[in-house]
């Protein structure tokens, strides 16, 4: 890595790297009282690849941006294809701002989208305060998926709202899960009519993978609870603005070539239900921004038990407490 710069938030609490050169990538998103890492390490080292080189050539770990798809999707209509996790991951962003706010603003190639992101602590929780603006003259159309892909011990529980009680089958590995299929939440019937609890992070098998995902209701929340530390995060969202998350759960089985592989979940606000600007299109959930148009949103990480142990209902009570986004801000 011959261009790291990383820049750092820190407070009595919370402890946040960031990496400009590497697409604004969050690097480290750690507990100051336990010294607990919460985002998963690089799976290999940090490089500048092409335009259109496949996330499995990324390092593989941290929080990313994906912006205006995360699956790669060919030309639609007279607007250019998408590469695979999209445009600003790869890309060097420029940084506005650094101090108490990190302020930094990477272009998208494939559309012409500029996305500002401003990151700052609020006690334990980081704060992102998102700005994506049109520099064209013409209509762009996108989606934008969170990225965090997390650290993870055998154990640790995934806590979704009460009123999610299903979700819906992007991809799961070995067809362990029927694609396209609404399962169950958590206790979900395999294709051989097996129960797999997802909301409990199995061992590292080398052979599960899932990507699901889940239509909010009133509550913007997810989380995931680390047993062993007594911690865990909560990520807290507008659901009004972003109605959708991914849930990729992953125990080994990516990427498809090579000896590292991830072992995470990743919690994944979004404005879309389908990885695909494509399938955005034919299901009626891409965005679409007119000429110079601005659009806003915000992203909680919450640090949970930054101060104190909890333990499972402490936490669970804790995620489900309302808590306003503007009084974080």
Not at 235 to 263: H, N
Not at 281 to 308: C, D, P, Y
Request: hydrophobic letters at 35%; glycine letters at 6%; one cysteine or more.
């Amino acid at each position: 890595m011959n261009e790291p710069k990383t820049l750092l938030l820190e407070n009595d609490l919370l402890q946040v790297q960031i990496v400009p050169n590497f697409g604004g990538k969050i690097t480290s998103l750690r507990s100051v009282r336990t010294g607990e890492e919460f985002l998963l390490p690089p799976l290999k080292g940090y490089r500048h690849v092409s335009a259109y080189a496949s996330f499995s050539e990324s390092d593989g770990g941290g929080f990313d941006e994906c912006l205006p798809s995360v699956a790669t999707c060919d030309s639609i209509a007279d607007e250019p294809p998408v590469p695979d996790h999209g445009d600003l991951w790869r890309s060097k962003w420029h940084v506005d701002s650094r101090g108490s706010a990190i302020v930094l603003r990477g272009d998208a190639v494939s559309r012409p989208l500029r996305l500002s992101r401003r990151a700052t602590l609020d006690g334990s929780s980081l704060v992102l305060e998102y700005d994506l603006v049109n520099l064209s003259d013409t209509p762009a159309t996108w989606l934008w998926s969170a990225h965090p892909l997390l650290k993870v011990d055998s154990g640790d529980r995934i806590v979704l709202p009460h009123e999610i009680e299903s979700l819906t089958v992007s991809y799961s590995a070995g067809d362990l899960l029927e694609k396209a299929s609404c399962v169950r939440w958590p206790l979900a019937q395999s294709t051989s009519g097996r129960t797999v609890d997802l909301s409990k992070m199995s061992d590292r098998d080398g052979i599960t993978a899932h990507k699901l995902f889940a239509r909010m209701g009133e509550s913007g929340w997810a989380a995931l609870y680390r047993q062993r530390v007594g911690q865990g995060l909560v990520m807290r969202f507008d659901p009004s603005v972003l109605p959708y998350m991914g849930l990729w759960i992953c125990s080994g089985a990516w990427p498809e070539s090579g000896t590292e592989k991830q072992y995470t979940v990743a919690l994944e606000p979004t404005t879309c239900n389908t990885d695909s600007l494509a399938h955005a299109h034919l299901n009626k959930t891409f965005r679409s921004l007119n000429a110079r148009e601005h659009f806003s949103w915000q992203l909680e990480i919450q640090l949970a038990g930054a101060v104190q142990f909890l333990n499972y209902q402490d936490f669970c009570a804790t995620a489900s407490t309302v808590r306003s986004l503007e009084s974080s801000a």
